[in-house]
Each structure stands twice: as structure tokens, then as C-alpha cells.
């Protein structure tokens, strides 16, 4: 059983009958011992008189005391304005405020120590990813730069080292383009031209851009239902990034010989637009760091397949941008689905 502290006024109070009854008893002691003859009146008038002056003093004195000490541990814990508007004049029920407030201070603390550490390990991975994303075109680069540069009679050979040293600086450029798009999304520097557009129309010009590629990896591109028009108000180019970025993902890491399939779910005041292919899926433990920058599933494969590790990222703040929301849900050999919602169009 848990037992609650005291209050102040049960603390002064047992401390006052304590002296009352201390001081009864010395003089009833002296009555018995000296016979001064101490009547039974005089002993209650003077039980009475104790207990109420030391009942007063000892309140003044421990109400300042425990005052003082709160006054204190509300500054520690940033809230020195609680203390004054609310607990200040709460004599009553101090001690469970205090504790109430202390202990959701702790579990705050504790909260954002958890949240520091995390951060800490993320900015460990970021650092290490970026600095391998960029060390590998620089010297690749590099590498073919030098061996131009001490002569190669072969003009064949020549040629190909320096589309092979200027497909590294695109891949380079690629990936600081990205980088700082991410960042101006992430401080808020990237502004929105939303309007009015066909999101269907738009995803056809995205099939009709990624033809060849589907037609490569013999993937049937589709838009299931085939709906006339579905009318959004959001930003048409970054909302094609976004189309952009996902089928071309379903192309590249679904199955040979797969479908990549678009649907539109009417939500009422949104749309949601869901790509998904029937590819290998992803493993449950890896979805949660899908749209992490730099993270990436099968790490030789993707840049095997040209990614830079931010597409995703940059998916997600566009999306987070309009106020709206991006999920996943895949289950591995069968389906994998990206959704998100874009608002309708009222006139």
C-alpha cells in the first residue's frame, strides 16, 4: 500500500500537540514533585494556549520554509509562472501538486534525453551516408581524370573515361540538388504554387515519361478504374515529382515482368492516390526508415539503379508541404502500396 505524504497543516498540527502535551506534562511534573498545586483548569488553559501559538508559528515558519523550497524547485523545472498562479495559493493539496508536476517534468525529461539520443544516432548515420554518397562519384571521378591526365593514346578509350568521369559528376550534382531541396524543405524556404489540375492527365504524362523504362523492365503500367477526370488543388510540379518519384521506384524495384498499378479514393474532401506494384515488398522492420535520407533497403542495388537515397525524403515534405499525408503497407512476394492524399478541387 502506498502511503501520501502529509499535508503542512497535519504536519504543524501533530508537531504543536506534540509541544503542548511535552509542556503538560513537564509541569505536571513539577506539580507532583514540588506541590506547587497546579489547578486542572490552569493545565487545559495552558494545553490550549501552546497548541494554538505553536500551532501558528510552527504553520508560518513551515509554510515558508516548504514555500521557498517549491518556489526553488519550480524554477528548476522551467515553471516559475505554475508556482505563482496556481500552486502558490493551493495550501491544501501542495505537496500533490508538487509531486504531480515533478514527476511530469522527469518523464519529459527523460522523453527528450530518448528523443537527443535518437537524434544523435540519426546525425551519426546521416553524416556517415553523405560523406559516402559523395566520396564514391568524387573518386570514381577522380580516378579517370588522373588516368586521362597521364595520357592515354587509345581516343576510344579516352572517350569513354571521360563519359564515365562526367556520368559521376552528374550523379554528384544529382545528389547536392537533392540535398538542398531537402533542406529548404526543411526550413521552410520552399514555397507552393498550388492550383487546379487533372491528377489523372498528370499521371499519364508521368506513364508516357516512363515508357521505355517500364517497356525495359517489362512492367505494365495502370491506372485502375480508368476515371475521366479527377480535379486537385496542390502544386502540379511538385505533386509530378511526387508521381514521378514513386512509379519510377515501382519500375525499378518491383518484379520483370510485373504491373505497376495507379488508383484514386474518393475521401470526400481528399483524394488518395495509391501506386503499388506485386514486386519482392519490403520487410516490416525496414518501413519505418523508408523515407529516412540515404536509406535505402538494398543499398547496392539502388545505386546500381541510379538512386541517390532522397527520393523518398523529398516525397514526404513535399506531401507534409500541402498538409497532407503519405503511408506504405506491403506484404513481401506480393504487393507493395505507397498512398497518399492531395486535397480535392471546390469550386
Known sequence: MRWSSPSPNII????????????????????????????????????????????????????????????????????????????????????QAVERDVAAWALNK????RELKKLETYRREFVGNVSHELKTPIFNALGYIETLLD??????MERDYLQKAAANIERLETIVTDLLEVSKFESGQMKLHKACFDIVELTQKVFYQYEIQAEEHDVTLKIEGQPKEVLVFADPNRILQVLENLISNSIKYGKIGGTTIVRFVDLEE??????????????????????????????????????????????????????????????????????????????
Request: hydrophobic share 40%; charged share 25%; proline share 2%.
Open 12 to 95: 504543524a498540527l501533530l508537531t504543536s500537540l506534540a509541544v503542548a502535551i511535552g509542556a503538560n506534562i513537564f509541569l505536571f511534573a513539577l506539580d507532583y514533585f514540588f506541590h506547587i498545586g497546579f489547578h486542572w483548569e490552569l493545565l487545559l488553559g495552558n494545553f490550549l494556549v501552546i497548541l494554538i501559538f505553536s500551532l501558528v508559528l510552527y504553520q508560518f515558519t513551515l509554510y515558508k520554509f516548504i514555500h521557498n523550497k517549491i518556489k526553488t524547485i519550480y524554477k528548476t523545472i522551467g515553471k516559475p509562472l505554475k508556482y505563482k498562479n496556481e500552486v502558490k495559493d493551493n495550501n491544501k493539496n501542495i505537496m
Open 110 to 113: 527523460n522523453k527528450q534525453i
Open 151 to 156: 595520357g592515354i593514346e587509345d581516343e576510344k
Open 270 to 347: 481528399q483524394m488518395l492516390i495509391e501506386v503499388s506494384d506485386n514486386g519482392p515488398g519490403i520487410d516490416e522492420k525496414d518501413i519505418p526508415r523508408l523515407f529516412e535520407r540515404f536509406f535505402r533497403t538494398d543499398k547496392g542495388r539502388s545505386r546500381k539503379m541510379g538512386g541517390t537515397g532522397l527520393g523518398l525524403s523529398i516525397v514526404k515534405h513535399i506531401i507534409e508541404a500541402h498538409e497532407q499525408t503519405i503511408n506504405i503497407r506491403s506484404e513481401p512476394d506480393v504487393e507493395t502500396t505507397f498512398g497518399f492524399t492531395v486535397q480535392k478541387y471546390v469550386e
